[in-house]
């Protein structure tokens, strides 16, 4: 009975704001020139906002639950700290409803926000995987009750379950699914399929090795600009996608699987990848491992960004002007407008300064 009368809450609640938002101002489309992606600030989860110039909006996992912990569960939306972020940043732009929610997985800091946003904002359709693993309640408690409510909350919305390989539905953007369920793809994908020489031994293994490992990631293409989103992959599966043999290519921007966390380390693909900028969903205790830092301060040319000053112990951390919050008394988003040429811009929230990326040749 109480879940029955959840759902019908949050149907309740969806359309109550279809409604309210359906009349809401912002650009019309066609008016933009640029994808424009917000990495906002879910104190080391992670909530992704892509608007493409069509105005289409691709809202990668929504953060966490309530108060914003592991332990959080839904509760008012007015208070809902991560949906209430997510809700900020898709009106600075301009945008009146998620065209797109994909959920890398069923961990509570990527998935636990969703029914709380999805009483703040309509939710036209749900792109996700199979349910976790028995065992992955074990591994991270409240798995199970964070992919229950989400559930609950897609109902029979429309819904779409890719396989690695797969395109998604943007106009004018291509978004290529890379992994899901352990799986990646087989075939190149931007990549020479050629063997990779910075790859040895078996690759670095995942802290988390049941549902991290399974995380929907996927590679999006808008001209010639290129960025990488894996969610938490980590284990063999990262290490498939370019060892032995390259199957993804290059990417200008790519959001450093795991937080930037140490199982996200390994040189082999950062070799490949070879991004221009790497950002660090990360939080002031989580993720930005100083392993990963050293792996990036060998490849003088990436420019690392992040959503958090470290506090952890021995933590490295990247200049002020490229960090969004120096402490937990702030929520700035970083922001990156891409144009077609490859160009693009990547803003600090809490500043306002841009730092600007030239079209390769």
């Known amino acids: 009975?109480?879940?029955?009368?959840?759902?019908?809450?949050?149907?309740?609640?969806?359309?109550?704001?279809?409604?309210?938002?359906?009349?809401?101002?912002?650009?019309?489309?066609?008016?933009?020139?640029?994808?424009?992606?917000?990495?906002?600030?879910?104190?080391?989860?992670?909530?992704?906002?892509?608007?493409?110039?069509?105005?289409?909006?691709?809202?990668?996992?929504?953060?966490?639950?309530?108060?914003?912990?592991?332990?959080?569960?839904?509760?008012?939306?007015?208070?809902?700290?991560?949906?209430?972020?997510?809700?900020?940043?898709?009106?600075?732009?301009?945008?009146?409803?998620?065209?797109?929610?994909?959920?890398?997985?069923?961990?509570?800091?990527?998935?636990?926000?969703?029914?709380?946003l999805a009483q703040l904002?309509?939710?036209?359709?749900?792109?996700?995987?199979?349910?976790?693993?028995?065992?992955?309640?074990?591994?991270?408690?409240?798995?199970?009750?964070?992919?229950?409510?989400?559930?609950?909350?897609?109902?029979?919305a429309p819904h779409r379950d890719p396989k690695p390989g797969d395109r998604l539905p943007l106009k004018g953007v291509d978004v290529t699914v890379l992994s899901t369920l352990g799986a990646t793809i087989r075939t190149p994908v931007g990549g020479s399929g050629a063997p990779n020489p910075a790859c040895a031994g078996p690759g670095l293994p995942a802290q988390d090795k049941i549902e991290n490992p399974r995380s929907l990631g996927v590679?999006?293409?808008?001209?010639?600009?290129?960025?990488?989103?894996?969610?938490?992959?980590?284990?063999?599966?990262?290490?498939?996608?370019?060892?032995?043999?390259?199957?993804?290519?290059?990417?200008?921007?790519?959001?450093?699987?795991?937080?930037?966390?140490?199982?996200a380390a390994d040189p082999a693909l950062f070799a490949t990848v070879k991004p221009r900028v790497a950002v660090f969903n990360n939080g002031a205790q989580k993720g930005g491992a100083a392993e990963t830092f050293a792996t990036l301060r060998t490849m003088s040319v990436i420019d690392v960004w992040q959503l958090h000053r470290s506090a952890a112990a021995g933590a490295d951390n990247a200049p002020d002007a490229r960090i969004a919050n120096l402490d937990e008394s702030t929520s700035a988003w970083i922001k990156l407008s891409a144009r077609r040429d490859g160009s693009f811009t990547v803003t600090n929230g809490r500043t306002g300064t841009t730092a600007s990326y030239p079209a390769q040749k």
């Not at 990495?39 to 914003?68: K, M, N, W, Y």
């Open 219 to 263: 590679a999006v293409q808008f001209g010639a600009f290129r960025f990488l989103d894996l969610g938490d992959l980590s284990g063999p599966p990262l290490f498939a996608l370019t060892c032995p043999a390259d199957l993804i290519g290059r990417a200008d921007v790519y959001l450093v699987a795991h937080h930037g966390g140490v199982d």
């Open 121 to 156: 904002l309509p939710i036209a359709e749900f792109i996700d995987h199979a349910a976790p693993l028995p065992e992955a309640e074990a591994a991270v408690a409240g798995t199970r009750g964070v992919y229950d409510r989400y559930m609950a909350t897609r109902g029979s």
């Open 1 to 116: 009975m109480r879940r029955s009368l959840f759902v019908l809450l949050v149907a309740a609640s969806a359309a109550a704001c279809a409604s309210f938002w359906s009349g809401a101002p912002g650009p019309a489309r066609g008016v933009r020139t640029t994808l424009d992606i917000y990495f906002i600030d879910v104190e080391g989860g992670q909530a992704t906002l892509l608007v493409t110039p069509d105005g289409e909006s691709f809202l990668v996992d929504a953060g966490f639950p309530g108060t914003g912990t592991f332990a959080s569960t839904p509760a008012a939306a007015a208070q809902a700290r991560d949906p209430q972020r997510i809700l900020a940043a898709v009106r600075d732009a301009g945008i009146s409803r998620i065209d797109h929610m994909m959920v890398t997985h069923y961990h509570a800091d990527h998935a636990g926000g969703v029914p709380e």
